[in-house]
T-cell receptor
């Protein structure tokens, strides 16, 4: 079993929809949680960073961490065609700098 | 604007060639990483370095070596390229410890071995 599980998609939604992207994990030591966005033929870029449990909002994006369920989510409101990309979750425990990545979910937002 | 720069976007090499992939960061980061990314397999860590001349094997180090002679530069070496090393290679860097808010990635090098 992988430490981090992520549905690969693709997820196809109309413009303006609310998108929910999710990851589950098995290691209860994970403390730091991130979401990366990767456009085709580009490197991943950091989108959201959260520490421990709770919510964090940045514009149309909200990251949610539920450590009791070992589940993290990224919500995108009012999705745009420019949001079409692969979204990777990543996480690490407090005592290492190495991130563990999900395999990524491909999102397509059509006009 | 902080940057991780990978020397080549696209490379085509022949089987058996020695291949060098170069990565430079300008953020004074302690940590540097090399990943390969393949469809359906996600990001797989090849090697990482937490200081100059220091390195640790990742999940798939076989067929690769690395060099970090200066803090800002981390090189990935394919000793004898094979077709199963055709992939997208991504370099990343980060600060160490509690200041680590995630990696900064380069744009990637798409390597094709023929």
């Amino acid at each position: 079993q992988k430490e981090v599980e992520q549905d690969p998609g693709p997820l196809s939604v109309p413009e303006g929809a609310i998108v929910s992207l999710n990851c589950t994990y098995s290691n209860s030591a994970f403390q730091y949680f991130m979401w990366y966005r990767q456009y085709s033929r580009k490197g991943p870029e950091l989108l959201m960073y959260t520490y421990s449990s709770g919510n964090k909002e940045d514009g149309r994006f909200t990251a949610q961490v539920d450590k009791s369920s070992k589940y993290i989510s990224l919500f995108i409101r009012d999705s745009q065609p420019s949001d079409s990309a692969t979204y990777l979750c990543a996480m690490r425990p407090y005592n290492t700098d190495k991130l563990i990545f999900g395999t990524g979910t491909r999102l397509q937002v059509f006009p | 604007d902080v940057k991780v720069t990978q020397s080549s976007r696209y490379l085509v090499k022949r089987t058996g060639e020695k291949v060098f992939l170069e990565c430079v960061q300008d953020m004074d980061h302690e940590n540097m990483f090399w990943y390969r990314q393949d469809p359906g397999l996600g990001l797989r860590l090849i090697y990482f370095s937490y200081d100059v001349k220091m390195k640790e094997k990742g999940d798939i180090p076989e067929g690769y070596s690395v060099s970090r002679e200066k803090k800002e530069r981390f090189s990935l070496i394919l000793e004898s390229a094979s077709t199963n090393q055709t992939s997208m290679y991504l370099c990343a860097s980060s600060t160490a410890g509690t200041g680590n808010y995630g990696y900064t990635f380069g744009s990637g090098t798409r390597l094709t071995v023929v």
